[in-house]
Each structure stands twice: as C-alpha cells, then as structure tokens.
C-alpha cells in the first residue's frame, strides 16, 4: 500500500507564489526519481520538474529560474516551490516517485491524484 498525497494548490494572481507538497507513505523501502508533472485542457502532460536521490534536479524551460523542486528523504516528500506565477502556469499538477516497497525487489511507478493551480491575470 503506497499513497501519494498532495497538497498546497489553489488560486493565486499572476505574480503570486504557492508551494505544492507530496508526501509518500506506505510499506516503502526506498524513493528513487520524484517530480511534478502539469497538464492544462487541450494540451499534453508535461514534466515541469524532477530530483534525483541525490537531489539533481532538472526543470523544463518555462519554468527554470521561477519553480524550485526538492525533496525531504526523511519524510519521502517532495517539493515544488512556484515563484512568479504566470497565467501559463494554470494546469492540474500531478507528483509522481518511483518507489521500491518492502514487499518487492522492483521499483514501481505511484502518481498522486494531483492538485489544481489557477493563475489569474
């Protein structure tokens, strides 16, 4: 049994900041790869960010210098911190990890159910 469970979205002006937490529980052994994903109406799903286990990170181009990603191993949560929220940035956003549990040698892929950010003009 493995859980993701977001939270800290909802509706901020243009310009605003809001911080999105997913936090991980369950019969974990261990997290590789977490990140965030978006997807606004009519448009693809979207990595917007990803951290390794060893914190490396890597952001998608619209988003570099606005939106931090990081994690807290201790707690099996990861982090999005949004800066200089634009009216683009509107979408679902979604967290995923790939999770190893107590139960299996694999690593298993788990999505949260994700969290609405409305940016408003």
């Known amino acids: 049994q493995v859980q993701l469970v977001e939270s800290g979205g909802g509706l901020v002006q243009a310009g605003g900041s809001l911080r999105l937490s997913c936090a991980a529980s369950?019969?974990?052994?261990?997290?590789?790869?977490m990140g965030w994903h978006r997807q606004a109406p009519g448009k693809q799903r979207e990595t917007v960010a990803s951290?390794?286990?060893?914190?490396?990170?890597k952001y998608e181009d619209s988003v570099k210098g606005r939106f931090t990603i990081s994690r807290d191993n201790a707690e099996n949560t990861v982090y999005l911190q949004m800066n200089s929220l634009k009216p683009e940035d509107t979408a679902v956003y979604y967290c995923?990890?790939?999770?190893?549990?107590?139960?299996?040698?694999?690593?298993?892929?788990?999505w949260g159910q994700g969290t609405q950010v409305t940016v408003s003009s």
């Open positions: 995923n990890a790939a999770i190893r549990t107590h139960y299996s040698i694999y690593m298993s892929e788990y």
């Open positions: 369950g019969s974990i052994l261990s997290i590789n790869e």
């Open positions: 951290i390794s286990s060893g914190s490396g990170t």
